[in-house]
């Protein structure tokens, strides 16, 4: 048998990929055709791989389409079962799919128990429709992911990020009523969203390791001085911040220069010794970033079926942080 035999279709695929899919949302299309491979002793090109993949999606999570066009419904029945919850579509004047902004109520409320500070990310959805997933996810009193709100726009810019903040002094109070720190990466649009009346009130500062992504990509591959940027941005007492500062122009005036050019005058936006303490320590975005993780699999899903994901993920940190606490020794009187 060879790909060109006119059975080894897409679809007669799906039916030998199909267990693989529900058992591990992260395969590729790379993965079926090692699959088809080792199965069926065929080579089959990346895109009848991507196809088999989509089709198998499909048959498992729903129409791509319909999944559209179903999201408000959808919203509809989480927020009757889960009150609080906020599900909101827009669309364009044809009608057509826009945008989607939601989040969970035991979220919304448990937000007032964390610190006030979120971390923003956004990450490039893979399935037959793109778009980009912005996730907003805190830090609780103990240090662990707290999803907050996701939205599914259709690239990263300062109009689609000012609708996320937006919908979140709209739909979350508890974003509102304190003084919020978000931590993002130096993308152009966020700064520029974060300039919003709203805004104006709270902080913004950069994620340390984009900083020092940032400082290699100028071309400051050394690691030692990579590792001295990194330092300083963390350091926090000034005296050691600026010591490791001086160190950093006496190794090299162009990375100096390059700090002085690119983040001089707006110390507090990434030095911790500058900060007035709205950074909690954070100086990553590790957590959005760690929750994208967890929702690798689920980018490459019909969008109905990824909401779902960021449910069940979410109602799945809920319970199991429940358990720790009722088998905690730790009781409060």
Not at 19 to 28: A, M
Not at 293 to 298: E, I, S, Y
Request: charged share 25%.
């Amino acid at each position: 048998m060879n790909s060109n035999h006119r059975q080894a279709t897409s679809s007669f695929m799906v039916s030998k990929i199909m267990p693989f899919v529900k058992s591990d949302l992260n395969i590729t299309a790379g993965t079926v055709q090692v699959l088809m491979e080792e199965q069926l002793f065929i080579k089959i090109s990346y895109l009848k791989a991507w196809r088999a993949l989509s089709k198998a999606i499909e048959r498992i999570y729903g129409d791509w389409a319909e999944s559209y066009s179903n999201l408000r419904q959808y919203f509809g029945e989480i927020c009757k079962t889960n009150p609080g919850s906020v599900g909101h579509v827009t669309t364009d004047e044809y009608g057509v799919f826009d945008r989607a902004f939601w989040s969970f109520g035991p979220c919304i409320e448990g937000f007032v128990h964390c610190r006030p500070l979120l971390c923003i990310d956004g990450t490039h959805l893979y399935g037959k429709y793109k778009g980009t997933l912005l996730v907003a996810t805190a830090v609780d009193a103990n240090d662990q992911l707290f999803p907050l709100a996701f939205a599914i726009v259709e690239s990263e810019s300062s109009d689609s990020w000012g609708w996320f903040f937006a919908c979140m002094q709209r739909f979350i109070h508890s974003v509102n009523n304190r003084r919020i720190t978000f931590i993002s990466d130096r993308m152009k649009g966020i700064p520029t969203a974060l300039q919003s009346k709203w805004l104006a009130a709270h902080k913004h500062r950069y994620c340390a390791r984009h900083l020092k992504a940032n400082f290699q990509a100028a071309g400051f591959r050394d690691k030692r001085l990579t590792g001295l940027f990194y330092a300083a941005a963390c350091a926090s007492e000034e005296i050691e911040y600026l010591k490791i500062r001086e160190e950093i122009k006496t190794s090299s005036i162009r990375a100096h220069n390059w700090i002085e050019r690119s983040l001089g005058g707006k110390e507090e936006n990434w030095a911790l010794c500058k900060d007035d303490g709205g950074r909690f320590h954070v100086m990553t975005t590790n957590a959005s970033e760690s929750f994208n993780g967890v929702l690798r699999g689920a980018r490459s899903l019909p969008i109905r079926a990824l909401v779902a994901r960021t449910f069940f993920h979410s109602v799945d940190y809920f319970c199991q942080r429940r358990e720790l606490a009722k088998n905690s020794k730790l009781r409060v009187t």
